[in-house]
């Protein structure tokens, strides 16, 4: 990800904690971030192709706030695509998708968007009695001209507090990451930490 050094990847706005330590002490990856990036990217890859790898990847740019669309096809409406592993469907798209596929409907002033998670697992029983089909499920989003306006100067203004923290060394000028991004959690138990974890002590977390 080629970023100059007054620029965010909208990515890392999602995480902001995690990209504060990422920029001030390098990249690490885990193995299982590994396992689970190759096959996101397997099925990406899948999609784009399918609706024309042309319009894939298509960079945007706002005010020093970059982003990376999965899809931008010539009907003009953004769309991200996912993957989970979640054992049942909810009615909504988890927030940060929602946080991802408007920043980018924002940034190009897009009033339409869409969300693709394809489901790994959902319907899986523990016991494994009952088999687990893919399920591909899509969600429109909308934003009027004014949430999209709102929208782009807060991505400006955490931008701003993020290059601003790791220039200052400080880390609680963000705010912290999901609590999901901490610890990956399976049945109650903690199976991995964020490789940032023992560096941030995120507090009021353990």
């Known amino acids: 990800r080629e970023l100059s050094p007054t620029e965010v990847h909208v990515s890392e706005l999602m995480a902001p904690r995690k990209a504060y330590w990422t920029r001030l002490l390098g990249e690490r990856v885990t193995d ?8 996101g990217e397997a099925f990406h890859l899948m999609f784009q192709r399918a609706a024309g ?4 990847e298509r960079k945007v740019r706002h005010c020093g706030v970059v982003g990376t669309q999965d899809l931008l096809p010539p009907d003009g409406e953004s769309t991200e695509i996912k993957t989970s592993r979640k054992w049942s469907i909810p009615a ?27 489901f790994f697992t959902a319907g899986r029983k523990f016991d494994g009695t009952k088999p687990t089909p893919l399920n591909l499920v899509s969600w429109q989003v909308e934003l009027d001209a004014e949430e999209r306006k709102e929208i782009r100067a807060q991505l400006v203004v955490e931008k701003d507090r993020l290059l601003n923290a790791v220039k200052a060394k400080q880390p609680r000028q963000v705010d912290l990451c999901p609590e999901w991004q901490c610890a990956n959690i399976y049945q109650g138990e ?9 560096d941030c002590k995120p507090e009021g977390r353990s």
């Open 32 to 39: 299982d971030m590994i396992g689970l990036f190759a096959t």
């Open 190 to 198: 903690v199976q991995s930490l964020c490789p940032y974890y023992e």
């Open 92 to 118: 909504d798209p988890e927030p940060r998708y929602i946080d991802q596929i408007t920043a980018y409907m924002s940034m190009e002033d897009i009033p339409v968007g869409h969300i693709l998670v394809l």
């Open 53 to 56: 790898i042309e319009y894939a």
